[in-house]
């Protein structure tokens, strides 16, 4: 694997470990400057400090990579059409191998809840700019990190098969829910597919940012979705 890949590896690693560190450091020179260190503040700190390290390991990332992502086999890419097209569909791939993913671990017994997903949620409601990292910087890192380098150098001596099923399996455990490995793995080896459909980054990249986008804005506005239907429902129990 390039040196250049291990920086990469190493900055992302470094970011996630990075929080209840520094969000420590931040909340005792909060303190120190006279402010009450109450559970709303190290909310505060936490999502913010999320939206912050992300960004900058996205920037450390960019310019580790900035010579291989300047190396083009244009003969082996599908072209611009056609990429657009494999985006938008592997959006739908995307959530039909979710979804299916979903029914099998249901029928496992495993609780489909995602508490990952809920405590992102939970952050997004009180601070909509962590929308950023969820839908956008996040979903940018770990294609370039489990896809480009990860996937791809796998791919280079494993078959395809092999090559999706490691890196989609580490994909599923850097989220930190073991039990929904199996659910990380169907969106990981879709993202791959995508990959090696188009020889172009960008397609899985732009699948995955409007997944996310997409998850979150049903999930913020289910509640909201429920309560009008009730309404509609009732209005139409009324009239008839």
């Known amino acids: 694997m390039k040196k250049e890949f291990w920086f990469v590896i190493i900055t992302y690693v470094i970011m996630q470990l990075s929080g209840g560190l520094a969000i420590d450091i931040i909340a005792m020179i909060a303190v120190s400057a006279g402010m009450e260190l109450t559970n709303e503040l190290k909310t505060f700190i936490g999502a913010y400090w999320i939206v912050f390290s992300f960004i900058i390991a ?3 990332v960019l310019f580790f990579m900035r010579h291989e992502m300047r190396q083009k086999d244009i003969r082996n890419q599908t072209t611009i059409p056609v990429s657009i097209l494999w985006g938008f569909g592997g959006v ?4 039909f191998a979710q979804t299916v993913a979903g029914l099998l671990e249901q029928q496992m017994g495993i609780k489909q809840n995602s508490e990952n997903t809920e ?8 601070f909509p700019i962590v929308m950023l990292v969820s839908s956008i910087v996040g979903p940018i890192l770990e294609e370039i990190i489990f896809r480009k380098i990860i996937f ?4 280079k001596r494993l078959n395809f098969f092999l090559s999706a099923l490691i ?4 994909f599923g455990f850097a989220h930190f829910e073991p039990e ?5 793995s169907a969106m990981g080896f879709t993202f791959a ?8 980054i960008l397609v ?8 996310n986008t997409l998850v979150v804005i049903v999930q913020l506005n289910y509640d909201k979705y429920l309560d009008s239907l009730e309404k509609a429902q009732s209005f139409i129990g009324g009239v008839l």
């Open 119 to 126: 405590q992102i949620l939970s952050l997004i409601t009180q």
């Open 152 to 155: 791809g150098s796998l791919y």
């Open 193 to 200: 597919y995508l990959y090696i459909k188009t020889k172009r």
């Open 180 to 184: 929904h490995i199996l659910l990380y």
């Open 58 to 60: 996205l920037i450390f």
């Open 167 to 170: 890196s989609s399996v580490i």
């Open 92 to 95: 739908f791939l995307a959530m």
């Open 204 to 211: 899985p990249i732009f699948a995955h940012v409007a997944m």
